[in-house]
């Protein structure tokens, strides 16, 4: 049983298309995130939500829009995709952050851009 | 704003040699936790410091958390070749925010 799980885990896809990237968690989390890995590995956040309603949105160019169904689904909507998206998306959750923060990710998201 | 700052950004290593990757926050830290990431993976969590001076050990692995609880350490002792990856560190100030630090890239030369 996987705790966090996202589809799809590659895509490539043209400039200027619109692609979407679905996850979910079974873990019960009350919280959930969005991070972009660049080739450098650096882990930068996106999005976080809190039970449905959004607490972080990082300076990320508004083509991104994170939905959140539910507190078990964190779904991210890319339009007009550029050659810089290309990186690896990670979904991730965790419980209340003020109760410790151990974070679940999922196994990423490669999405290249061409 | 917060920073996390980690270093060094890469590490060769020959197997069996030790191994330390540093982590220094711009502000005080409620806690700090270590992840490892193999190449081609996704980040794990590895171990959670909350505790001024903190030290835990995981087999080979052992993590510090300094007394002003802004820096922290992760030393592996004899590396193996299954010791590769990324090691991340993440700050946490007891917001909604986790800041990562950028990485330790180690390779273990068999």
């Known amino acids: 049983d996987t705790a966090v799980s996202q589809t799809p885990k590659y895509l490539v896809t043209q400039m200027g298309n619109d692609k979407s990237i679905k996850c979910e968690q079974n873990?019960?989390?009350?919280?959930m995130y969005w991070y972009k890995q660049d080739s450098k590995k650096f882990l930068k956040i996106m999005f976080s939500y809190n039970n449905k309603e959004l607490i972080i949105n990082e300076t990320v160019p508004n083509r991104f829009s994170p939905k959140s169904p539910d507190k078990a689904h964190l779904n991210l909507h890319i339009n007009s995709l550029e050659l810089g998206d290309s990186a690896v998306y990670f979904c991730a959750s965790s419980r209340q952050p003020q109760k410790g923060n151990t974070i679940y990710f999922g196994e990423g998201s490669w999405l290249t851009v061409v | 704003g917060q920073q996390v700052m980690q270093i060094p950004q890469y590490q060769h290593v020959q197997e069996g040699e030790d191994f330390t990757t540093y982590c220094n926050s711009s502000t005080t830290l409620s806690n700090i936790q270590w992840y490892k990431q193999r190449p081609g993976g996704h980040p794990v969590f590895l171990i959670q410091l909350v505790k001024s001076g903190e030290v835990k050990k995981q087999k080979r692995l052992t993590f510090q958390f300094g007394e002003a609880k802004k820096n922290s350490s992760l030393h592996i002792t004899a590396t193996q070749t299954t010791d590769v990856g990324t090691y991340f560190c993440a700050g946490d100030t007891g917001g909604f925010k986790t800041i990562f630090g950028a990485g330790t890239r180690l390779f273990v030369k068999a």
């Open positions: 873990l019960g989390h009350d919280t």
